[in-house]
């Protein structure tokens, strides 16, 4: 055994145990909010879901893949809360996408099944966290692109006596991950193919240049160039002999193309639950500036914490609240003419076109520029049936830099 498979061989037994414990306890993904607790109670800033607006997005994209005959496994990379997987399992998911060896170890402890890694992962450690997964019961798959990839899965699954389902990832023309679709693809496939433990069922692309590409017609023609890619890239697989049934890919901004091109079996959809500044002004279908397919259901709840100035006021949401690393500011919900500008920290400044300003101690709640990092920034999510919090949902799976 060289040293690579024993390191592979111990993580999966140490991390085995772990995993198998939290499978079979299931975590409480939601727990129930104090008896009382309001939005103008919360201390802020806080992150709040508007449940009315949540419900209708998880709705909306669940009857639109029934009606397109096509699957989805929506990407908790958005949300990374069990409490969520579970809603969008119940309308009809296939399963979880994750970005992360955490966000996968939440979602397997909270029950789900059809956890796919997306993420390249090279080394071992991680290998052996995802195959202690699925020898502790969990129901994972794989994106491998890459052959030290393939090659670290292998020695891993054999050390653990264990089959890992995998997908080939295609690089369709983000430049991210992925080996090149076509020929490139069909060789990694076979280099896949020639470990015993690791079945291949089909391909992942992910198309990040399409997906906020401002205008439909222009989205559509982006995408369509890069999945067709990839429905070719799943042909010749078969063409192969490989048993490639699957092609997931698309986004919050393509389900509407993805899901009309033959070949693609489920959608990647993560931003959709929640929507974001980003992702209003893509535009939509009929030409309409703001992109409203789905609603804005995520906001920061603030407080006006100063009023010193006749010409702005300070909010107590800064840069560790609101991630503001987009191009795209906060924007204020339910107040008209309002611009957010970033003041630090722990503050915004607020000014207005109109010139009314709100007064010291008013509420605002602001749309996130780009949900997922936001939510990054938080431990738990308010979900809120108008005024009232109904329920507290813990983000289970915040970014894990390091831990050995
Ligand atoms: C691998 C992958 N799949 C799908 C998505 C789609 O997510 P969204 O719908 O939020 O654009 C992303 C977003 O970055 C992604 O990285």
Not at 23 to 34: F, G, K, L, R, Y
Not at 134 to 160: I, P, Y
Not at 264 to 278: A, K, N, W
Not at 288 to 293: G, H, K, L
Request: hydrophobic share 45%.
């Amino acid at each position: 055994m060289d040293r690579r498979t024993f390191l592979a061989g111990t993580m999966t037994s140490s991390v085995m145990a772990a995993a198998s414990a939290t499978t079979a306890v299931h975590a409480s993904a939601a727990e129930s909010a104090p008896a009382g607790l309001t939005k103008a109670t919360l201390p802020t800033p806080a992150l709040v879901v508007d449940l009315e607006a949540f419900e209708a997005n998880v709705n909306k994209l669940a009857d639109h893949c029934r009606e397109a005959k096509v699957g989805f496994r929506p990407h908790a990379k958005t949300h990374k809360c069990p409490a969520i997987a579970q809603r969008q399992m119940a309308a009809g998911a296939k399963g979880i996408c994750t970005a992360t060896v955490p966000e996968a170890e939440a979602m397997a402890a909270a029950g789900i099944r059809g956890i796919l890694l997306c993420s390249p992962i090279v080394d071992a450690g991680k290998i052996g966290r995802m195959v202690a997964l699925a020898s502790g019961g969990a129901d994972v798959m794989l994106a491998v692109g890459s052959e030290r990839q393939a090659k670290l899965l292998a020695e891993a699954a054999e050390a653990a006596r264990v089959d890992m389902a995998v997908l080939v990832d295609l690089d369709v023309g983000d430049r991210r991950t992925g080996s090149l679709p076509g020929e490139p693809a069909v060789e990694l496939a076979k280099i896949i193919g020639r470990f015993k433990r690791l079945h291949i069922q089909g391909v992942q692309a992910y198309a990040g240049h399409a997906s906020h590409t401002v205008g439909f017609e222009k989205r559509l023609e982006t995408s369509r160039i890069a999945m067709l890619k990839a429905a070719e890239t799943k042909l010749l697989l078969q063409k192969a002999g490989f048993d490639a049934k699957i092609l997931s890919g698309g986004s919050t901004g393509t389900y509407n193309i993805d899901s009309a091109i033959d070949g693609v079996t489920e959608l990647q959809v993560g931003s959709y639950i929640f929507m974001d500044v980003d992702y209003r002004r893509i535009g939509g279908k009929d030409g309409q500036a703001i992109y409203s397919d789905f609603r804005p259901s995520l906001t920061v709840l603030t407080t006006v914490v100063n009023a010193t100035h006749a010409d702005r006021v300070t909010v107590d949401a800064g840069t560790k609240a609101l991630d503001t690393t987009t191009a795209n500011l906060p924007q204020a919900k339910d107040w008209s003419g309002l611009t957010y500008t970033k003041a630090g920290d722990e503050f915004g400044a607020l000014t207005s076109e109109g010139g009314k300003l709100p007064a010291l101690g008013d509420r605002l709640e602001f749309i996130v520029p780009h949900c997922d990092p936001s939510v990054n920034l938080y431990d738990r999510l308010y979900a809120c049936r108008g005024e009232k919090v109904e329920a507290i949902w813990p983000v289970a799976a915040r970014r894990e830099f390091a831990k050995a």
